[in-house]
């Protein structure tokens, strides 16, 4: 145990490959497409990776590709006993509106400042979801877990957007740098610690992928 230093540690994990991202296509909160073959050999060695680490509790998006990601992970660890399992809804992906499912145009503005200038994009036209409802419910979540498991190790399996926008925010960062240091890879392990005490955010560990064997190409 800890003791009294009061440190909740999140393990912030991307959802593995899909066929959508394959194709560059826009996969927010409203569509889901299958975990591929690769995504799913990375979920295993994520889990296998993870394996020895005693969760208090995993939350997980309700998508498809954020649960059976986070099963694969799952069914390597060594301390399942006891482990509270919740699926929640407001770790699902920033919602694209008309966009999602459509192919990915690079020249589009609000497309760059959704990847660069996270400050600047306005998705009103396309009925899609703001940068801020998206931090603030996937905040709203983490905050509440923290203040349940101020000693514990908690699971996160969400979204590419989701957690470089919610990482940045809980570092500190100002709004137009949410994105820095995006994309995350797929089934990238992101780790950071919460001191209960302070309220401080700290990365141990950002974007990790150092125990993937097969690359992209697999």
Request: glycine fraction near 8%; charged fraction near 25%.
């Amino acid at each position: 145990m800890k003791g009294m230093e009061h440190m909740t540690t999140f393990y912030f994990v991307r959802h593995g490959k899909t066929e959508l991202n394959l194709s560059l296509r826009f996969q927010g909160g409203e569509i889901d497409s299958p975990l591929l073959p690769i995504g799913i050999e990375q979920a295993i060695q994520a889990g296998r990776y993870l394996c020895d680490i005693s969760f208090d509790m995993a939350a997980i998006s309700t998508q498809k590709r954020a649960m059976d990601t986070a099963n694969y992970i799952l069914k390597e660890n060594k301390f399942l006993d006891g482990v509270t399992v919740q699926y929640q809804d407001s770790l699902r992906e920033l919602k694209f509106g008309k966009r999602e499912g459509a192919e990915i145009d690079h020249t589009d503005q609000q497309t760059d400042y959704l990847r660069n200038r996270p400050d600047l994009y306005d998705p009103t036209t396309f009925d899609g979801e703001t940068i801020d409802s998206l931090v603030q419910r996937s905040t709203d979540t983490i905050e509440k877990i923290g203040e349940k498991y101020p000693d514990g190790n908690v699971l996160i399996v969400a979204h590419g957007v989701l957690l470089i926008t919610l990482i940045n925010s809980l570092i500190g960062k100002e709004k137009a740098h949410w994105r820095q240091g995006g994309p995350l890879a797929n089934t990238s392990i992101s780790i950071l610690e919460k001191d209960q005490l302070t309220n401080v955010y700290t990365v141990k560990s950002f974007n990790d992928i150092s125990y993937q064997t097969q690359n992209e190409e697999a």
